[in-house]
Structure formats: structure tokens, C-alpha cells
């Protein structure tokens, strides 16, 4: 495991490789004068975890909590659960993957943030989220495997062939967890007929999670916020404002 970092007022953020796969770590103020356990937000993707950090500040959240962005070996094949029609003409067809990728996360680079550093592993403790497929996998993530306790799906690619059919017809591994969701209020108007239909399939997502999830109150378990602009609009704003609602949520589940 190489291990270089830098620090900035806010944290520390280390460069790494757990399992053979490049990781960006941030490690909140602090945490090295006290002995106190972090929850931990693990990402699908790589993210601009600098410019992620200060959007989350400038809104008010406590990043009390470890954050760590795994990059995959391929965004189109280890965050798509199964194969199907390539995205763009002349691509290679996505190879579903994501069981794999999945197993490694919770098998290998879960277990090496258990042991390195503290931690607190319980699933109510310990996040999944990501953006585009990266969301996708996120989402996927929750009906595989009962490690996460919360998921995020941000701008989540769940247009993808027969992703929603696949929810209705499982169920997730634990009904005690968290989801939250968003959107840009313009990403269905793409022009690729399969794409378009994210904002259906989103609200169709957020429907089945009202049925399959536990908790008296479900708005504090199943969140859809809408965002201005399409796919690409924000990004760092986008997920500052879902680790507000994951940092609520590690406090309330």
C-alpha cells in the first residue's frame, strides 16, 4: 500500500492504493489528537475531494467522518451489475461487473480501513455513495450486500437496462438502512432515448425503496432531492449536499 498525503485546514488527504486500486482518503481535523471512532463514507469514483470538502464547509457540514474515493480498473464495467447495449455507437458494451468490484470493496478495502484505521464498522456507521454509474453501483450495492447502511445515488445512471425491474423483483439485504437520491431537474432531456428516462426512473426507484425499507419515518429514510441543471452541472455541490444528508443520517438511523 503506497501512502502519500497533504493537509489543509479542514483535513489531511492521502493518496493511496488499497487492493491494487488508487484511493484518495480524507481524514478530518483532529483526528489524530483524540482516539474517537469515524463513520466512513466510502465513493465509487474518483471525485475532486478538495473542491468536495470546501462545497461541504461553505454548507454547514461537519466532516467528522472518513471519505474515501475508490477508482475502479473500468467505470463502464465494474459499476454496471450486469452486460448490456453499449452506451454510444462504436463503444464496447458495459461487462457487468459490479459483483466484483463489490466483493472487492467490502472483502479487501473495507477490512484494510477496519484495520488501519479507527473506524467505526457497523453498517449503520459505514457509507456507499457515487455519481452517474457510480450511483448505479451504489444503489445495486444494497440489494448484494448488507455492509452499507446508507447508499447514495447521485445523478445514478438508473435508466440502465432493467435496473428497475431488478429492484421490484429483489429485495434489499437490510431493510434498516438509508437512501438518498438526486437528480438534475434537465438530465432527461437527453438525446439517447435510454437516458432520457432517468428522472422516471429515479422517482420509480424512490417509490420501490418506500415499500422495501423499514422506519416509521421513511422521509428521514428515503430522500430524492432535485437539483438545477443536467448531468454534469455542480458536481462538487451535488455531493457536498449528499454528505449533509449522510452526515444527518449516521446521527438518526
Same mark, same amino acid.
Given at each position: 500500500?503506497?501512502? =502519500?498525503?497533504?493537509?489543509?485546514?479542514?483535513? =489531511?488527504?492521502?493518496?493511496?492504493?488499497?487492493?491494487?486500486?488508487?484511493?484518495?482518503?480524507? !481524514?478530518?481535523?483532529?483526528?489524530?489528537?483524540?482516539?474517537?471512532?469515524?463513520?466512513?463514507?466510502?465513493? &465509487?469514483?474518483?471525485?475532486?475531494?478538495?473542491?468536495? !470538502? &470546501?462545497?461541504?464547509? /461553505?454548507?454547514?457540514? @461537519?466532516?467528522?467522518?472518513?471519505?474515501?474515493?475508490?477508482?475502479?480498473?473500468? $467505470?463502464?464495467?465494474?459499476?454496471?451489475?450486469? +452486460?448490456?447495449?453499449? %452506451?454510444?455507437?462504436?463503444?464496447?458494451? #458495459?461487462?457487468?461487473?459490479?459483483?466484483?468490484?463489490?466483493?472487492?470493496?467490502?472483502?479487501?478495502?473495507?477490512?484494510?480501513?477496519?484495520?488501519?484505521?479507527? =473506524?467505526?464498522?457497523?453498517?449503520?456507521?459505514?457509507?456507499?455513495?457515487?455519481? +452517474?454509474?457510480?450511483? *448505479?453501483?451504489?444503489?445495486?450495492?444494497?440489494?448484494?450486500?448488507?455492509?452499507?447502511?446508507?447508499?447514495?445515488?447521485? @445523478?445514478?445512471?438508473?435508466?440502465?437496462?432493467?435496473?428497475?425491474?431488478?429492484?421490484?423483483? &429483489?429485495?434489499?439485504? @437490510?431493510?434498516?438502512?438509508?437512501?438518498?437520491?438526486?437528480?438534475?431537474?434537465?438530465?432527461?432531456? +437527453?438525446?439517447? #432515448?435510454?437516458?432520457? /428516462? !432517468?428522472?422516471?426512473?429515479?422517482?420509480?426507484?424512490?417509490? *420501490? *425503496?418506500?415499500?422495501?425499507?423499514?422506519?416509521?419515518?421513511?422521509?428521514?429514510?428515503?430522500?430524492?432531492? $432535485? &437539483?438545477?441543471?443536467?448531468?454534469?452541472?455542480?458536481?462538487?455541490?451535488?455531493?457536498?449536499?449528499?454528505?449533509?444528508?449522510? @452526515? +444527518?443520517? %449516521?446521527?438518526? *438511523?
Amino acid at each position: 500500500m503506497a501512502d =502519500t498525503g497533504r493537509t489543509q485546514r479542514k483535513g =489531511t488527504i492521502r493518496e493511496m492504493k488499497i487492493a491494487d486500486l488508487p484511493c484518495r482518503l480524507f !481524514v478530518p481535523a483532529g483526528y489524530d489528537d483524540t482516539d474517537a471512532r469515524c463513520p466512513v463514507v466510502y465513493v &465509487n469514483g474518483e471525485i475532486p475531494i478538495e473542491e468536495v !470538502v &470546501n462545497e461541504a464547509e /461553505k454548507a454547514g457540514v @461537519s466532516m467528522n467522518f472518513l471519505l474515501l474515493s475508490v477508482q475502479p480498473e473500468s $467505470w463502464n464495467d465494474d459499476f454496471t451489475p450486469w +452486460s448490456a447495449q453499449p %452506451f454510444r455507437k462504436g463503444e464496447t458494451a #458495459p461487462a457487468g461487473r459490479a459483483d466484483g468490484y463489490l466483493r472487492r470493496l467490502t472483502g479487501e478495502i473495507k477490512p484494510y480501513m477496519d484495520t488501519h484505521y479507527r =473506524t467505526m464498522p457497523e453498517a449503520r456507521h459505514t457509507a456507499l455513495i457515487g455519481y +452517474s454509474l457510480g450511483g *448505479l453501483a451504489a444503489l445495486y450495492a444494497i440489494y448484494r450486500t448488507d455492509v452499507f447502511g446508507i447508499a447514495g445515488s447521485l @445523478s445514478g445512471s438508473l435508466w440502465y437496462d432493467d435496473f428497475c425491474e431488478y429492484m421490484e423483483k &429483489n429485495a434489499p439485504r @437490510s431493510t434498516d438502512i438509508g437512501v438518498y437520491l438526486s437528480l438534475g431537474r434537465k438530465e432527461s432531456r +437527453s438525446k439517447d #432515448p435510454r437516458m432520457a /428516462k !432517468v428522472a422516471a426512473c429515479t422517482e420509480r426507484a424512490q417509490e *420501490l *425503496l418506500l415499500r422495501q425499507i423499514d422506519g416509521a419515518a421513511l422521509e428521514d429514510r428515503v430522500c430524492l432531492e $432535485w &437539483n438545477d441543471g443536467g448531468h454534469f452541472h455542480e458536481i462538487p455541490r451535488r455531493f457536498a449536499k449528499a454528505l449533509a444528508w449522510v @452526515s +444527518s443520517a %449516521f446521527a438518526r *438511523l
